[in-house]
């Protein structure tokens, strides 16, 4: 089973063969599987280019299995509109400062039926808590190791080499059973993100340390619906590939549950990309144009679009309106991370 790669998976062999396997390898219990629904009974299709097309529309995993969120301790359908303003307390000059405590732990968690991940998270969830602070605060975030390994957090964003969260300065790589305080300012207003920075880089972020870091312009933003998205995946085979994609960790989870939006409200997205192994990731809405503001540093918007790209730890900031009822699916559009769990639905009412 060793060369079986994600590739294989999609040249015929099926999902749950992939499943069955990183289970077996990360020690789990067999999958419930997953499966394309494929119209008119037809074979797998037999390379990934036969797979573009082939009806990624009605993708979930087989029988309706699902992954048990609860167990988690983390639901997809909460973690869209969850928030972490932390606490707030006045400096001695007036100013605001903003604190949190972030604590690295080693999580199993389940991210296919029946598929057991052995993550690294931040808070108990992946991606970790969705953080939130206004520009020109003071933030200062506390950071627990209670992993069994060494790691770091860090922030994008401006600020000094000793806040940086890498190994060699300022505090450097946090021991297990250690901690450290990182301090620095919201700056700028945008989109940003945060995760591990320790060596192997790849595997820390790929483990589950990665979150969305917001900061909102002195004035604010519009009102809107608000939403977060951190595009991710897993190598649940440990072969430096993902063997599942998905916005938010739960492959299909919102064709589970599709997002209830209400018709003509103004929807914010913020959408990072912390996928490891695969260079790019993309966004794709369905029936719809939106306008794209790149790392949210701007209050006017680059580009009015229905998809964009995003590299590794590129993220943005997505408006528009939904101006008739119904479903509408959003995925990346490389149509293999779709097939693979990177794929949902907008449940539009009045
Ligand atoms: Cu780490």
């Not at 922030?155 to 450290?180: E, M, N, R, W, Y």
Request: charged share 20%; aromatic share 10%; net charge neutral.
């Amino acid at each position: 089973m060793a060369n079986l790669t994600r590739r294989r998976l999609l040249a015929g062999l099926g999902p749950i063969v992939g499943a069955a396997a990183a289970a077996k390898l990360a020690g789990g219990s067999a999958p419930a599987g997953a499966a394309r629904h494929q119209h008119g009974g037809a074979a797998a299709p037999a390379t990934p280019a036969a797979a573009h097309g082939v009806g990624h529309e009605h993708a979930h995993f087989r029988r309706g299995a699902r992954v048990d969120h609860a167990a988690n301790g983390f639901h997809p359908t909460a973690l869209l509109r969850d928030f972490d303003e932390g606490r707030t307390r006045r400096g001695v000059n007036g100013h605001t400062i903003r604190e949190w405590t972030l604590i690295a732990e080693d999580k199993e968690i389940e991210v296919a039926p029946g598929v057991k991940f052995a993550a690294w998270v931040y808070n108990g969830r992946v991606p970790g808590p969705t953080l939130r602070a206004r520009e020109g605060e003071r933030l200062r975030v506390t950071f627990v190791n209670g992993s069994t390994h060494p790691h770091t957090i860090h922030f994008h964003g401006v600020h000094a080499p000793a806040a940086d969260g890498v190994p060699g300065l300022g505090a450097g790589l946090i021991q297990p059973g250690a901690k450290t305080v990182y301090e620095f300012d919201a700056d700028p207003f945008g989109l940003h993100l945060y995760h591990c920075h320790t060596a192997p880089l790849a595997s820390h972020v790929a483990k589950g340390l990665y979150g969305a870091f917001v900061i909102d312009p002195r004035k604010g933003r519009p009102p809107a619906d608000e939403l977060v998205m951190v595009m991710n995946g897993f190598d649940t085979n440990f072969d430096r590939s993902n063997e599942v994609y998905a916005a938010n960790s739960i492959p299909f989870a919102y064709m589970d549950e599709p997002i209830r939006v209400k018709r003509d409200e103004l929807l914010r997205l913020y959408l990072v990309n912390a996928l490891e192994f695969d260079f790019v990731n993309s966004y794709h809405l369905h029936g719809n144009f939106f306008h794209y503001y790149p790392t949210g540093t701007s209050l006017e918007p680059l580009e009015f679009t229905d998809t964009v790209m995003q590299c590794q730890g590129q993220r943005g900031i997505l408006e528009w309106r939904f101006p008739q009822t119904g479903r509408f699916m959003f995925h990346a559009h490389q149509s293999e991370f779709t097939e693979l769990g990177w794929v949902g639905f907008f449940e539009v009412v009045d």
